[in-house]
């Protein structure tokens, strides 16, 4: 099981994962990260925001999948995220999980199940 980009998508700004005819899907990374400027240089700094951010929606995403699914069925990739103690400048660090099995012989991956 797993989780598809419009179920994502419901947990970020709209337009943030769209389809593009000759790409596919695609993801808009000043959306997702939610800067007011395109990022469009690949020198562009921001992929640790980005990837939070992204893993935070598939978290969400997952939170909502799950509460129509029966236990055993239940999504169990995208952790809720951990918060360190507050340093005296106001800092925390955030951190989230993915957990996938693999299935050997090809090397798909899926959501593992609880």
């Known amino acids: 099981m797993d989780l598809t980009f419009a179920e ?6 709209p ?13 808009d990374v000043s959306k997702v990260s939610g800067e ?3 990022l469009n240089l690949l ?3 921001g992929v ?4 939070y951010k992204l893993l935070d929606a598939c978290n969400k995403a997952q939170i909502t ?7 055993g ?9 951990s918060w360190s103690t507050p340093t005296n400048v106001g800092t ?14 090809t090397a798909v991956a899926t959501a593992p199940l609880v």
């Open 8 to 13: 994502v998508l419901a947990a970020l700004v």
């Open 15 to 27: 337009d943030a994962i769209f389809v593009d005819g000759s790409k596919g899907v695609c993801i």
């Open 36 to 38: 007011s400027s395109n």
């Open 43 to 45: 020198s562009n700094i």
């Open 48 to 51: 640790v925001e980005f990837t």
């Open 65 to 71: 999948k799950n509460s129509n699914l029966p236990t």
């Open 73 to 81: 069925s239940k999504l169990n990739a995208f952790s809720n995220p």
């Open 92 to 105: 925390v660090i955030g951190t989230h999980q993915v957990r996938a099995q693999f299935t050997v012989s």
